[in-house]
């Protein structure tokens, strides 16, 4: 199951990181105002994500992949959150309550990610 669901995540974050070089006036536009550089940001968090993705899937990788996602999902918190705060200027169409529901899913991301990071079979004796 792990590895099934290591497989989905890293290619999710993958996915996601090219998103960001496909559609970047997308993630541009909720990056928030007090951040300086929405480009640059954009175009180092799609690289984080796509590293990171590639990272989890290869196992001399997967540890330290797993620990930069999760700093990864840290640093972006505030987009979403700039996101839920005005989802106008995202122009995306989700439903605000949409956008509230999933900040709480963040920590059980990053749960997954760290779960999926681990080695197999750590803490068992």
């Known amino acids: 199951m792990r590895s099934v669901l ?18 970047p006036r997308t993630y541009e536009a ?5 951040l300086p550089a929405p480009e640059l940001l954009v175009a180092v968090s799609g690289v984080a994500e796509v590293l990171g993705g590639v990272g989890l899937l290869v196992p001399a990788t997967r540890r330290w992949a797993g620990l930069g996602l999760l700093a990864l999902l840290v ?11 005005h989802p106008a200027r995202a122009g ?3 439903p605000v309550w949409a956008l509230w529901a999933r900040l ?3 920590p ?18």
């Open 6 to 23: 290591r497989g989905v995540v890293g290619l999710g974050f993958v996915a996601a990181g090219v998103l960001h070089f496909l559609r």
């Open 30 to 34: 909720i990056v928030p105002d007090y």
């Open 75 to 85: 640093a972006v918190f505030p987009a979403n959150l700039e996101m839920a705060l």
């Open 92 to 94: 995306h169409g989700l």
């Open 104 to 106: 709480p899913l963040q």
């Open 108 to 125: 059980a991301l990053g749960a997954l990610v760290w779960w999926v990071a681990s080695r197999e079979g750590a803490g068992r004796r």
